[in-house]
């Protein structure tokens, strides 16, 4: 008994101890560590000694976290919380303040309590602000738009804000902006805040409802670097982009009215994922072919079934050539031999391709001999990817009609470097019988693998 009791005053020594290290870490040290814990958690660090008492109210950061789930009596506890919190605080500053949401009756009571912890917030040492709002729309106030060291700003959910003029907008500092599940985003007020950071670096728009009548405009900063739009209800965004310094760019359910709209200083983009759709009132696929030619030092690209149909309604394709493209993701409405063999021939250092299927129903296996899905002239000259470069292809949802086999016999044969081709397809009827066939195919590579997968999808 006298050797576990001595064991167990050891081991509170040993508590002691390691306790008495993380007492002795300078205040700076254990604001950073707080800083990373939601407001609840750091709050609840005051219960763990003395030492730990009052150093939550020294934070900077801030970190809320709404459970309500619209229920009014939970609402006003989280209410009461944060009103705490935020009247106990020693620092005058805040730094970063993210706010999670839910509406609740009664709704005067809700938003002003919302807009009042913003107004908190809101000064000229405020670095981060995410606001997510769940539930009815919330109206922002417009003094957020003035914080002039505001460096990120992330606006998710059912939040609006309506500008008139840039004169209401001062973000000089802001580098990132992030507008997510917007269901009601006004494109003007968004052009207004966009003219007022002028050296905005990453914009990030996911919206489910834009444009569900008519086309809507944006115009983007020229100091972006990263620049994401998708939009995934309504009728599309119409855009209008000259940025130099962009590295990344990713656009789905946008189109541009002109060529004119599309500056020629995107030659920085080393990666591309482009979902595009041809203006309604044009149909001439210049504007896209100039925003390609524009992408001149892309490395990374994808292209979606829309932005292929439209490729394939030019008369005459005079797709650019890409010198520095080393990996190419494409989808097709159907496949399309001519067309993937253009863009081989202007991918010079190829190493990585990927296709796949984006037809509505692949059951309907069709054989279609036309020249529109298969070689008008055979080309006589190899592309110089296959000869010194592409060592991997991923043909997916492979339907087993004669142009898809042409083009396999072909990279096989021709492909000098090739290390692998995987096949891939859910609904083959024959899939031993396939694999025979394409496996007796000569091979131009005494390395290259043929691998199968049934149950390949994009």
């Not at 805040?94 to 009756?105: A, G, H, M, Q, T």
């Not at 602000?129 to 106030?141: M, S």
């Not at 006589?380 to 009609?401: A, R, W």
């Not at 609904?427 to 005494?446: C, F, N, T, V, Y």
Request: with cysteine.
């Amino acid at each position: 008994m006298k050797a576990k009791r001595r064991l167990k005053a050891e081991e509170k020594n040993e508590d002691d101890d390691i306790d008495d290290r993380i007492s002795t870490l300078p205040d700076a040290l254990l604001r950073h560590i707080l800083s990373f814990l939601p407001t609840d958690t750091c709050v609840r660090t005051s219960l763990i000694s003395r030492r730990w008492r009052y150093l939550w109210k020294t934070l900077q950061v801030f970190d809320f976290h709404d459970y309500s789930q619209h229920n009014a009596e939970l609402f006003m506890s989280f209410t009461v919380f944060v009103n705490a919190v935020l009247a106990l605080r020693s620092s005058p500053h805040i730094r970063k303040f993210c706010l999670l949401c839910y509406d609740s009756e009664p709704k005067t009571f809700y938003t002003h309590s919302v807009n009042a912890w913003i107004r908190t917030a809101v000064g000229p040492h405020l670095q981060e602000f995410h606001l997510r709002i769940e539930g009815d729309d919330f109206t922002l106030p417009i003094t957020l738009f003035s914080c002039s060291n505001l460096l990120s700003l992330s606006l998710d959910g059912c939040i609006e804000f309506e500008l008139q003029d840039s004169s209401e907008i001062c973000l000089p500092s802001l580098k990132v902006m992030k507008l997510g599940y917007n269901y009601s985003l006004d494109m003007n007020s968004l052009n207004i805040l966009l003219s007022g950071c002028p050296i905005l670096e990453t914009l990030e728009i996911l919206s489910l409802g834009l444009g569900y009548d008519e086309l809507v405009s944006l115009r983007v900063p020229s100091s972006l670097k990263s620049l994401k739009i998708t939009v995934e209800v309504g009728y599309g965004i119409c855009l209008e982009i000259d940025a130099p310094a962009l590295k990344y760019l990713s656009l789905a359910a946008v189109t541009f009215l002109n060529a004119a709209t599309i500056g020629e200083n995107l030659h920085n983009v080393e990666e591309a994922d482009l979902d595009l759709f041809s203006h309604p009132d044009s149909e001439s696929v210049e504007p896209l072919l100039k925003l390609l030619r524009a992408l001149s030092g892309l490395k990374h690209l994808e292209l979606h079934s829309p932005t292929t149909q439209w490729l394939f309604s030019s008369p005459i394709l005079d797709i650019p050539e890409f010198h520095y493209l080393v990996y190419l993701k494409v989808s097709f409405p159907s496949f399309n031999l001519s067309f993937l063999f253009d863009v081989l021939q202007k991918c010079p250092v190829l190493q990585t391709l990927i296709t796949y299927d984006d037809q509505e129903d692949p059951t309907s296996v069709t054989d279609d001999p036309s020249p529109s899905h298969g070689w008008a002239v055979k080309p006589k000259n190899v592309p110089n990817c296959l000869i010194s470069h592409l060592t991997f292809i991923d043909f997916q949802d492979y339907e087993g009609n004669s142009h898809e086999l042409e083009f396999i016999a072909y990279v096989l044969l021709n492909g000098l470097v090739l290390k692998t081709m995987l096949i891939g397809g859910c609904w083959m009827d024959q899939p031993e019988e396939l694999e025979k066939k394409i496996s007796d195919l000569p091979r131009g590579s005494a390395i290259c693998q043929v691998k199968f997968d049934y149950d390949a999808s994009p």
